[in-house]
Structure formats: C-alpha cells, structure tokens
Antibody, heavy 128, light 108 residues
Framework: EVQLVESGGGLVQPGGSLRLSCAAS????????MNWVRQAPGKGLEWVSY????????YYADSVKGRFTISRDNAKNSLYLQMNSLRAEDTAVYYC?????????????????????WGQGTLVTVSS | EIVMTQSPATLSVSPGERATLSCRAS??????LAWYQQKPGQAPRLLIY???TRATGIPARFSGSGSGTEFTLTISSLQSEDFAVYYC??????????FGPGTKVDIK
C-alpha cells in the first residue's frame, strides 16, 4: 500500500524558516517524481514544487521561487521542502503527492504531472 | 498560465440522483485533465485522469468526459460518501499545472 506521511509543520514567524519532510513507503520511491502541493485554509489547491526521480529536474511555482528548496533522499525514501523567508500567505496545509511516473526502456523515466497518491498533509502557519 | 474554472460553485443533490460538474480551461489542454475528490479534513483523492480514465479503485458511477477546453465529471447515482468538494486540474502546461476552484456537492 502506498503511504506518504508528512511532518515538520508548525507555527513560525514571518521571515522564518521551516523544513517539511515526507516519508514514503509501499512503492519504489526512487522511480517516481514527487511534488509538494498546498492548500490555504478554506481555499483551493496550489502546486508548489516538483522534483524528478533522480533530482535532475526541479521546478517551482513563481510564488515560492527563490524562497523554497525541494530535495529528496532516495536511500531514505524521503522528500523534503526547505521553506525560507516565510510569509503570511504561505500559511497552508502542505501535501506531498506522487507523480504517476512511467519508465520507458529507450528513453527513461517520464513524468505525467498529475498526482495519484497524496499524504495527509502538514499545517504550516506563518504568524507573529 | 492556464486558468481553470468550475461550475457550479455548489451543487445540491439528493442521494441517488445524478450530479454533473463542469470544468473549463482558458486554452486547450487536450485530454490532460484530472479530477480529484476531497472530503473535509482529508487529502484529495485522484478520481479521473486523461479526462476519462478512472483511477484505481474508483467506482464506475464516476465518469469523465471532454477534451480541449470543456470537461465534465458525472456521478451517476450519488451515494452518501460522494458528498465532497471536487477539483479539476490541467497538466498539459507542465510544470505549471493548475487547479480549478472546486465544486462542492452537498446534500439537498
């Protein structure tokens, strides 16, 4: 069974930092691209960041570019999000979400860019 | 950025009735559209991808249709567990994938 478990959320002051983690199990983590998606309280979903299976390709939403850093440790089956210079508008539940990556013998791994499994989320509150 | 809109914002339906949810893209996304269900306090769950393919374990009462800019999610006979918020997401313009604002399906 695929499981994604986020941790590391909490209350932080504006301008502060926080590191989120996502522990993956039930699948071959190193074969899948991963994402962070967030949801502000009472609002809709916003994609935040993407990392390919080998960490060779990384993308960020414009709203977090230059402030957040995504990374992964395939040996530990873990995904991370380092969040710096936090703002009130970063307050949200942060979900890690798996991309249904497929493998082609000739051309390697390919991401599809939707989200087939989600963690339960971790709440980040930015407030003084 | 591709803007996704959903209508209606809220849909009131009686159990056993059919529900039809709409999603529109500001430009063509081909068939690169997914639907998610989210219940209060829970993570979203993938229902449909490729505009019309049900994800693993999703009941046959959920169906998706459309291509280009107009899409529909139909729930043929609403069950009590189907009352939730439904989001569409385009993934044609990756990595800048975008979600619609959601349609809440509640009990009439």
């Amino acid at each position: 069974e695929v499981q994604l478990v986020e941790s590391g959320g909490g209350l932080v002051q504006p301008g502060g930092s926080l590191r989120l983690s996502c522990a993956a199990s039930g699948f071959t983590f190193s074969s899948y691209s991963m994402n962070w998606v967030r949801q502000a309280p009472g609002k809709g979903l916003e994609w935040v960041s993407y990392i390919s299976s080998s960490s060779s390709t990384i993308y960020y939403a414009d709203s977090v570019k230059g402030r957040f850093t995504i990374s992964r440790d395939n040996a530990k089956n873990s995904l991370y999000l380092q969040m710096n210079s936090l703002r009130a508008e970063d307050t949200a539940v942060y979900y890690c979400a798996r991309d249904p990556t497929y493998y082609d013998f000739w051309s390697g791994y390919h991401s599809i860019y939707y989200f087939d499994y989600w963690g339960q989320g971790t709440l980040v509150t930015v407030s003084s | 950025e591709i803007v996704m809109t959903q209508s209606p914002a809220t849909l009131s339906v009686s159990p056993g009735e059919r529900a039809t949810l709409s999603c529109r893209a500001s430009q063509s996304v081909s068939s690169n559209l997914a639907w998610y269900q989210q219940k209060p306090g829970q993570a979203p769950r993938l229902l449909i991808y490729g505009a019309s393919t049900r994800a693993t374990g999703i009941p046959a009462r959920f169906s998706g249709s459309g291509s280009g800019t107009e899409f529909t999610l139909t729930i043929s006979s609403l069950q009590s567990e189907d009352f939730a918020v439904y989001y569409c997401q385009q993934y044609n313009n990756w990595p800048s994938v975008t979600f619609g604002p959601g349609t809440k399906v509640d009990i009439k």
